[in-house]
């Protein structure tokens, strides 16, 4: 049985948005906004406010306009940036800054020319700054899957001294593989000193298709917060997608030392609601969300379906919000998975000879198109219907 909670962090509206095409407006942020909370996910990155004056109208709105969620905006490690979050925040019930400087030798030399020295003290100084905003900070070292550990100990064990609550780790480039990233995470929480007074997050982009499996890592070596995004939307490749974290943590309660509290029959209309907002399409075999990802189309995986559920089902398709699970018809499909949608059309046969008839014209059509719809089922039957009667008109006349 799971001890812990696992935070739920979206980031869908921040670094999400952070997809090339994919920006919102002040009213798309506020749906979506809506949405999540609905969801009951923990905490939401609105934005960054010093981005732009709409992305800081966009974090204010939904400060305003959610109440049961933590909602938090970004900012560098900059008086500027985290003074013009504190005010963007200021209408929250619960607000959290989210203040970042990167530790990575590369970051450090070529894209801050700074030294080491200079970006803990940097890092300390927005901390502090922050928290003159608010109680609730987090500090990332960005590129901190590229960092040298006793770097990152150093400042880490500053920032929470300085009064970070939450320390995110981020895997800012995807290059990180699951076992790598779940022991720097151990390591972490075990050198730093005072790492017991913060709650450790991940942040991992999927650069090499692994940020899902990476944020599951960590979290199996004590990272209690996941930064993640609906679709997995994000910067490049994207984030860690929020509804498989949240569905393999659920699923395997037999491995997973904590859970998440939310309410997940919302993750459909969610994924939803962000794919129409963005216009980024779905694949339909992604996991979770995907058109397919709880359809049956194979004969033997429909027959073991519609006699036990769990043969090839690991969820309820309920559960994450859609209506049922779905067995398609197709040329894989089997007799009996075609009997059993007749019988939901309310269409019976009255002989298994009419049956075996009926499953041969739909074998047949199944070879020439992709997927059979319920009205191709009904064009069977009344076809089959139809001969049958001009086979009584030819033996009367
Ligand atoms: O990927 C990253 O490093 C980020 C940070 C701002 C947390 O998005
Ligand atoms: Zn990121």
Redesign the pocket.
């Known amino acids: 049985m799971s001890q812990d909670k696992l935070i739920i962090f979206d980031?869908t509206l921040?670094?999400g948005e952070?997809s090339p095409g994919a920006s919102m407006t002040k009213e798309e942020k506020i749906r979506i906004a809506k949405a999540l909370e609905k969801m009951r996910v923990d905490v939401i990155e609105a934005g960054f406010p010093i981005a732009s004056p709409g992305d800081f109208e966009a974090v204010k709105a939904v400060a305003e306009s959610v109440r049961d969620s933590t909602v938090c905006g970004?900012a560098r490690a900059l008086d500027k940036d985290i003074d013009r979050a504190g005010e963007a925040l200021k209408g929250a019930n619960s607000a959290r800054i989210?203040t970042?400087i990167a530790t990575s030798p590369i970051h450090m030399k070529m894209k801050l020319r700074m030294e080491p020295d200079q970006v803990v003290e940097q890092a300390v100084r927005a901390v502090s700054r922050a928290r003159q905003h608010t109680d609730n900070v987090e500090f990332?070292p960005?590129?901190a899957g590229r960092s040298e550990i006793d770097f990152l100990c150093r400042v880490i064990e500053a920032v929470i001294d300085a009064g970070a609550g939450t320390i995110?780790i981020?895997?800012?480039v995807g290059y990180n593989v699951p076992a790598q990233f779940g022991e720097l995470i151990r390591t972490l929480i075990e050198r730093v000193p005072n790492a017991d007074k913060a709650v450790f997050s991940v942040?991992c982009?999927n650069d090499l298709g692994l940020a899902v499996a990476n944020s599951l890592s960590a979290v199996m070596n004590g990272a209690r917060q996941v930064?993640c995004t609906i679709n997995g939307l994000g910067?490049r490749a994207g984030n860690a997608a929020l509804e498989e974290v949240v569905m393999a943590v659920r699923t395997r309660q037999d491995i997973f030392t904590c859970n998440v509290d939310l309410d997940a029959t919302q993750i459909v209309p969610c994924s939803r609601l962000v794919s129409g907002i963005t216009g980024f399409v779905v694949q339909p075999n992604k996991a979770i969300v995907g058109a397919n990802a709880f359809a049956h189309e194979s004969g033997i995986h429909q027959d073991g379906v519609l006699k036990s559920r769990e043969t090839y089902e690991i969820m309820q398709a309920q559960d994450v919000g859609w209506s049922a699970n779905r067995i398609v018809l197709g040329k894989h499909s089997g007799r009996n998975a075609f009997r059993s949608r007749m019988h939901e059309l309310g269409m019976e046969f009255e002989s298994e000879e009419a049956l075996n008839e009926a499953f041969s014209r739909f074998k047949d059509l199944a070879d020439k198109k992709h997927e059979i719809y319920d009205e191709d089922l009904q064009a069977i039957v009344t076809e089959a219907n139809l001969e049958a009667v001009n086979e009584r008109y030819k033996l009367m006349a």
């Open positions: 980031t921040r670094d952070q970004l989210h970042f990332s960005e590129d995110n981020p895997d800012t942040h982009h930064e910067e």
